[in-house]
């Protein structure tokens, strides 16, 4: 589920509100004391101060950034992130480059993580692919369901990894991850691309999908009669 601060700009909660429907992600809009969003699953929880660059700018010069950072820091989450939205050029040569660079290193230290996007459709795409990532769990959790895969029959594993790792670009480590979240070969090869592309990289997905969908029996046809 992601939760919305109502006092967000309309824009941006419309372009998460029609993003979100399309992954069939529950949000939820009520007024937060601190932060813009909280994304909360089953197994981790973020959360996330918006700040367009030029606000960003203006609560550095005035001391409110870390007062809302510490704010922040109330909250029972694994995650604690700062999205900067915009170009940043012109912030950069109002506050001077060393002032820009030592704020985000002194963000860093504070714990949180930094992340810069150029707009609001970004910043909404960002939020649901971090829905989707923290709803797989941490890559601890990815790691013991890993070895418990192991525990497995060896023969038919190995055969499984064998069947996968003959895709371009998908090695030992990530089949095991297929496996570990997917469950089997059936529900690996029926996957669709977004499913694979959080699992294994988008460009990995792009290539398994297009060598499953592919028709091969004109190319063969061709083939055997020359």
């Known amino acids: ?124 795409l960002f939020l649901t692919k971090l829905h989707d990532k923290l709803s797989y769990g941490s890559n601890h959790d990815q790691l013991n369901r890993i070895r418990l895969l192991k525990k497995l029959d060896r023969s038919d594993l190995d055969e499984a990894i064998d069947i996968l790792t003959g895709f371009t670009g998908i090695g030992r480590r990530k089949a095991e991850i297929l496996l570990s979240e997917l469950g089997s070969l059936q529900s690996i090869l029926s996957a669709d691309q977004s499913t694979l592309a959080d699992l294994i990289g988008t460009r990995e997905a792009k ?8 028709d091969f029996r004109t190319r063969l046809e061709t083939e055997s009669e020359s």
Not at 23 to 47: C, E, H, M, N, P
Not at 88 to 93: L, Q, R, T
Not at 207 to 214: F, G, V
């Open 1 to 124: 589920m992601i939760i919305a601060d109502t006092r967000e700009p309309k824009r941006v909660l419309d372009k998460l509100r029609s993003l979100a429907e399309k992954r069939s992600i529950k949000i939820l809009f009520q007024a937060l004391a601190y932060g813009d969003y909280i994304i909360t699953t089953d197994k981790q929880t973020a959360v996330i101060e918006r700040k367009q660059v030029f606000d960003f700018e203006s609560s550095i010069k005035s001391g409110r950034l870390w007062n809302q950072l510490r704010g922040m820091k109330d909250y029972d989450a694994d995650y604690f992130i700062l999205l900067i939205e915009g170009y940043p050029m012109p912030v950069i040569k109002q506050l001077g480059y060393d002032r820009w660079v030592g704020t985000k290193i002194a963000i860093l230290k504070f714990g949180f993580s930094i992340i810069e996007t150029s707009n609001e459709f970004e910043t909404a």
């Open 207 to 214: 290539h398994m999908r297009r060598i499953l969908t592919t």
